[in-house]
């Protein structure tokens, strides 16, 4: 198998430390390794596969010779380098929200439109991650029963605002159990004991960035413009993985048994919908998984053929590192 030159841009960071881990966990074919990140963190280590790796400053000219992008350290960075990078003849797996609704870039979920890949220029786009994390357990069925109407309420982890949010949450919690007032630096809101709609910008129709993501993405994956979707994004006191409550309504009626076999044969996802234990798709247990837990099924009498369901996925994984190395695995042909 060809071994590849990879760089990973945004290395310190919560999907960038991903990244390393998942590349070695799949024992991806490594030629040359180059660890990017901001001015702050160059000159500094990191300890990959036997090997101790300085942290260089992402820079125009740090691409020559590379084949591999794995990008996630900010749209603003994306934008920046990304022609450097489509020059120097490299792929560019990015994480961001840069390119996302680019007619010209892929936008690629690999269990549902791998054929996207290969239209590419240089340039392919990773979903958000709260949209992955819905539409994976949801593609099969609209497979086999077109929905046409999604309603989803998210629940999201502290770490999808990056590595320093996460460390927000630990110390407010520390701060509230010790009676000091809460120390706030990148959410706006306490976040430790306490819920808020998510820290993306409001626009003016009322819905916020994260939720305008996930109306728009879910229609360039599916291809289908017609697909209908509404969200409610929320920011909850946990560190990793988001969850969603999902209501869907089909163009046909499918019977709770027929979206049970469906989900048990999908690939991404595990069935976790054990009604007599009360036992249903947990973040505690989603995190370091690699598939979506989806389960809590119920048929929804409130509309035609609608189904309920509720999900939790580690986004720092399926939501964001791993979906960009199972792409950059088509591309190459890389067997896993
Ligand atoms: N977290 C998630 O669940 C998730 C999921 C999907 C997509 N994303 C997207 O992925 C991106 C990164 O997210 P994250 O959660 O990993 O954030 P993060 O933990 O804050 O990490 C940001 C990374 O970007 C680097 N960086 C910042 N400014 C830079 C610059 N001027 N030049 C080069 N590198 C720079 C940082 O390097 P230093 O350490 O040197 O500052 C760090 O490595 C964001 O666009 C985010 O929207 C995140």
Redesign the pocket.
């Known amino acids: 198998m060809k071994e590849l030159n990879v760089a990973i841009?945004?290395?310190?960071?919560?999907?960038?430390?991903e990244f390393l881990s998942i590349l070695e966990q799949r024992n991806f074919p490594i030629a040359r390794l180059k660890l990017?990140?901001?001015?702050?963190?160059?000159g500094k280590w990191i300890r990959f596969r036997e090997t101790e790796y300085a942290?260089e400053?992402?820079k125009p000219n740090s691409f020559e010779g590379v084949d591999l992008v794995l990008s996630?350290?900010?749209?603003?960075?994306?934008r920046q380098l990304a022609p450097h990078v489509v020059k120097a003849g490299a792929l560019m797996i990015d994480?961001?929200?840069a390119f996302r609704m680019d007619p010209d870039v892929p936008l690629v979920i690999p269990e549902i439109n791998p054929e996207d890949i290969f239209k590419h220029h240089g340039v392919i786009a990773?979903p958000?991650?709260s949209t992955i994390i819905m539409l994976v357990p949801l593609f099969p069925i609209y497979r086999v029963a077109k929905i046409g109407r999604i309603v989803v309420a998210t629940y999201q982890?502290t770490?999808?605002?990056?590595?320093?949010?996460m460390e927000e949450l630990k110390n407010q919690t520390r701060e509230v159990l010790e009676g000091r007032t809460p120390t706030k630096k990148v959410f706006p809101y306490q976040i430790a004991f306490n819920l808020f709609s998510h820290n993306s910008a409001i626009k003016d129709d009322g819905f916020c960035e994260e939720e305008i993501k996930m109306m728009r993405e879910t229609r360039k994956i599916f291809h289908d413009d017609a697909i209908r979707l509404v969200a409610t994004a929320i920011r909850i006191p946990i560190l990793r993985a988001h969850s969603e409550a999902l209501f869907i309504e089909c163009e046909r009626k499918i019977s709770l048994d027929e979206v049970r076999q469906v989900l048990r044969e999908a690939p991404g996802v595990r069935l976790v919908d054990d009604r007599e234990k009360n036992y249903f798709p947990m973040p505690i247990e989603a995190t370091g998984r690699d598939e979506v837990l989806v389960g809590r099924l119920r048929e929804d009498p409130s509309v035609e053929n609608g189904i309920a369901l509720f999900v939790s996925g580690d986004?720092?994984r399926k939501?964001?590192a791993l979906n960009a190395i199972q792409i950059a695995e088509l591309a190459f042909k890389i067997k896993p």
């Open positions: 841009l945004g290395v310190t960071g919560a999907v960038g430390e990017l990140a901001s001015g702050r963190s160059a942290i400053e992402a996630s350290a900010g749209s603003a960075v994306s994480n961001t929200s990773n958000n991650c982890a770490s999808g605002a990056g590595r320093m949010a986004q720092l939501g964001a």
